[in-house]
């Protein structure tokens, strides 16, 4: 009995580890921000990791331009100019949105420049009634342009949906719902990889995302890929820690 008992006690060692592991790799291939000080990590829950480290945050939104001429011109280069020291040379993301909160895929105009090497561009000439909704822009820097230092919770990975419908539909609103007290309020950050033994980032797919952001969630559209349907995807949340480090 004794010995079952010790086999079954390294055995459950071993899970617990590999476990972590897993779990470890899975933020590697989701990218994690590099400037994580792993020394100083710990575990809370079998699902969340903390990490005492100053990450990228975002800065104020950008709103330099109305489309009351040729659209909402929300470029990178008039808003550095507009705004000096306060976007970094190399934003590690980009969020955009309607004055009014709605996403890029949500308000459903057809966009000329996304990107975060020129921007954000919307012309009116390019939407059936000719007129862009006015949008914001805002960008994922180093914290002091954003005055602000945060520690990252990571909720667990979550996979309510899977593409056989329309698509891989995982709303925060849905998300939260179905586990309920288990995401913060305002999440910072979401990261997006397909699900299997070896997960690939979202962005590395080379699919269409119809919503991609932490405050609505993940939604990939089958209607909008170029070849077949979405793969299947599981999405986490950064959150803000609570007494957690």
Not at 20 to 44: C, D, F, M
Not at 108 to 122: A, K, P, S, Y
Request: proline share 7%; with cysteine.
């Amino acid at each position: 009995m004794i010995k079952l008992l010790g086999v079954a006690i390294i055995a459950g060692l071993l899970f617990a580890e590999s476990d972590l592991l897993a779990i470890e790799a899975a933020e590697v291939q989701s990218g994690t921000p590099s400037n994580v000080l792993h020394h100083n990590r710990k575990r809370v829950h079998p699902f969340v990791c903390t990490y005492n480290y100053t990450p990228e945050c975002w800065t104020g939104w950008f709103d330099r331009d109305d489309p009351s001429g040729t659209g909402d011109w929300e470029t990178l280069k008039e808003l550095r100019r507009e705004n000096p020291g306060k976007i970094c040379p190399e934003p590690g993301s980009m969020e955009v949105t309607t004055l009014s909160g709605l996403s890029v895929g949500t308000a459903g105009e057809v966009i000329f420049r996304n990107d975060l090497t020129d921007g954000f561009v919307c012309r009116n000439q390019d939407q059936s009634d000719r007129t862009c909704n006015d949008y914001r822009v805002r960008f994922s820097c180093p914290p002091q342009y954003c005055g602000e230092e945060v520690t990252v919770c990571w909720t667990r990975w979550y996979d309510r949906d899977d593409p056989s419908g329309t698509g891989d539909w995982e709303p925060l609103s849905n998300l939260r719902s179905e586990n309920p007290g288990q995401i913060c309020d305002n999440p910072l950050y979401i990261e997006a990889v397909t699900t299997g033994n070896n997960p690939v980032l979202a962005t590395s797919t080379g699919q269409t995302f119809h919503v991609f952001n932490p405050t609505v969630g993940f939604v990939c559209r089958n209607a909008d890929q170029r070849f077949g349907g979405c793969r299947d995807y599981q999405v986490r949340f950064g959150c803000p820690c609570l007494g957690y480090n």
